[in-house]
């Protein structure tokens, strides 16, 4: 039986905890381009015959992302830039500091990697944790972002299935890489 869609419901009649916690659309997009960048760069950690090194790979995701920010931020003033009168401004440098959720979204992964670091796992138990962390982190923003949308939870699933099958292939790539 095809599921209906269900109607998109107007701002005004949306539930109390979505208007509340609803995520701006940069930090959407900076959180799911963050986790996906996270998956990537922990899956090309994990080369085969090199020795585990958790602590400095730890750090390269971690300076990774805060460059990925810094100029995916610098990359709207250079477009604002162009197209406006050509000075700085203090909003400009908020364009930069708006990409917060991009770093804010490989922590898990830096934290998954440090955990490796203390000695809990080892370095190849936290890529794969770190992988299926991510994998499941984007489908639950796939689903929040459609959810906020006034989608209803059988669109809001399809939605971070959608998400979530990003960090699938790159579980599968991985896997075959190596």
């Known amino acids: 039986m095809p599921d209906r869609a269900e109607p998109v419901r107007p701002e005004s009649v949306e539930p109390r905890?979505?208007?509340r916690h609803r995520p701006s659309?940069?930090?959407?997009?900076?959180?799911i381009y963050g986790l996906?960048?996270?998956?990537a760069l922990v899956a090309a950690l994990d080369p085969a015959g090199e020795q585990a090194n958790p602590g400095?790979?730890?750090?390269?995701?971690?300076?990774t992302a805060l460059a990925s920010g810094a100029a995916h931020g610098y990359a709207h003033v250079i477009a604002q830039r162009a197209s406006v009168d050509g000075t700085a401004t203090t909003g400009r440098l908020r364009l930069v500091l708006?990409?917060?959720?991009?770093v804010a979204a490989v922590l898990p992964t830096v934290?998954?990697?440090?955990?490796?670091?203390?000695?809990w796992w080892a370095e190849a138990t936290a890529v794969d944790?770190?992988?299926?962390?991510?994998?499941?982190?984007?489908?639950?923003?796939?689903?929040?972002?459609?959810r906020t949308a006034g989608h209803g939870w059988p669109s809001s699933c399809r939605a971070g299935s959608m998400d979530m099958l990003i960090g699938l292939v790159i579980i599968i790539a991985n896997a075959l890489i190596k």
Do not use: H, K, M, Y
């Open 56 to 63: 400095p790979d730890a750090l390269w995701v971690l300076f």
């Open 17 to 19: 905890w979505i208007l």
């Open 129 to 146: 944790t770190a992988l299926l962390f991510n994998t499941v982190a984007l489908f639950g923003w796939g689903a929040w972002a459609a």
């Open 36 to 39: 996906v960048l996270a998956s």
């Open 25 to 31: 659309e940069p930090s959407l997009f900076s959180g």
């Open 111 to 119: 934290g998954i990697l440090l955990a490796a670091v203390a000695g």
């Open 98 to 102: 708006a990409e917060w959720p991009l």
